[in-house]
C-alpha cells in the first residue's frame, strides 16, 4: 500500500517537472495553469514510458534516463498539438 502511495506521488512531481521542461523547451508563450501543466508531464511520462519501454530501453514503472528523454519530448509534441486539438490558430 505505501508503495503503490509513493509511486503515485512521485509520478505527479515528475510530471510536474516534465511539463515545466518541456513548457521551457518549446518555443512560444503557453498560457497554462499549474494543473494543466501537471496533466500535460504526466501523458508525457506515461507516453514516454510506453514508448521507451516498446523499444526496449526503459520500463513503463521504473523513471530511467531514457523514458525521462521519451517523457520531455513527448510532453513537447503534445504542446504542439493542444492548440490543432483544441481548433485554435
Known amino acids: 500500500m505505501w508503495n503503490a502511495i509513493v ?18 523547451l518549446k ?3 503557453d498560457k497554462m495553469s499549474f ?10 511520462a506515461l507516453i514516454g514510458g ?6 526496449g530501453k526503459g520500463s513503463i514503472t521504473e523513471l530511467n534516463f ?6 520531455v519530448i513527448a510532453a513537447i509534441v503534445l504542446l504542439f498539438l493542444a492548440p490543432v486539438l483544441q481548433g485554435k490558430r
Do not use: C, E, H, N
Not at 509511486?7 to 521551457?24: D, E, H, K, S
Not at 494543473?35 to 508525457?44: D, I, N, S, W
Open 66 to 71: 531514457w523514458g525521462f528523454i521519451f517523457a
Open 7 to 24: 509511486q503515485i506521488v512521485g509520478f505527479l512531481i515528475i510530471g510536474v517537472i516534465i511539463g515545466y521542461l518541456a513548457r521551457a
Open 50 to 55: 510506453i514508448l521507451a519501454s516498446l523499444i
Open 27 to 29: 518555443p512560444g508563450d
Open 35 to 44: 494543473k494543466l501543466t501537471a496533466l500535460l508531464g504526466m501523458a508525457g
